[in-house]
């Protein structure tokens, strides 16, 4: 059974940094597709970063410039660096992969404040 595990959020101030990191535990293969949604309170899901087993990554229009995606020499892990933070990158930050289905990891929140 496929498991993800997030880590690396917290409280950060505004400008600040922070690098989140998610690990799919309990597959044979490699994922297809890993990535990072977000949900602040009171909004819907929303796309942060993708990326595909080619390497080829989507970014969410909010985040472009500030977040990058990358997957980690480890097998079905997945990190989002986050740069320059805003207090409307709050959020509790999710971890997604794709193999024939989606995974979801529970959650890692990501408070930005001064």
């Known amino acids: 059974q496929v498991q993800l595990v997030e880590s690396g959020g917290g409280l950060v101030q505004p400008g600040g940094s922070l690098r989140l990191s998610c690990v799919a535990s309990?597959?044979?293969?490699?994922?297809?597709?890993m990535g990072w949604y977000r949900q602040a309170p009171g909004k819907q899901r929303e796309l942060v970063a993708l990326i595909i087993s080619g390497g080829s990554t989507t970014y969410g229009d909010s985040v472009k410039g500030r977040f990058t995606i990358s997957r980690g020499n480890a097998k079905n892990t997945v990190y989002l660096q986050m740069n320059s933070l805003k207090p409307d990158d709050t959020a509790v930050y999710y971890c997604?992969?794709?193999?024939?289905?989606?995974?979801w990891g529970q959650g890692t929140q990501v408070t930005v404040s001064s």
């Open positions: 997604k992969a794709r193999l024939v289905r989606d995974f």
């Open positions: 309990g597959s044979a293969f490699n994922m297809d597709t």
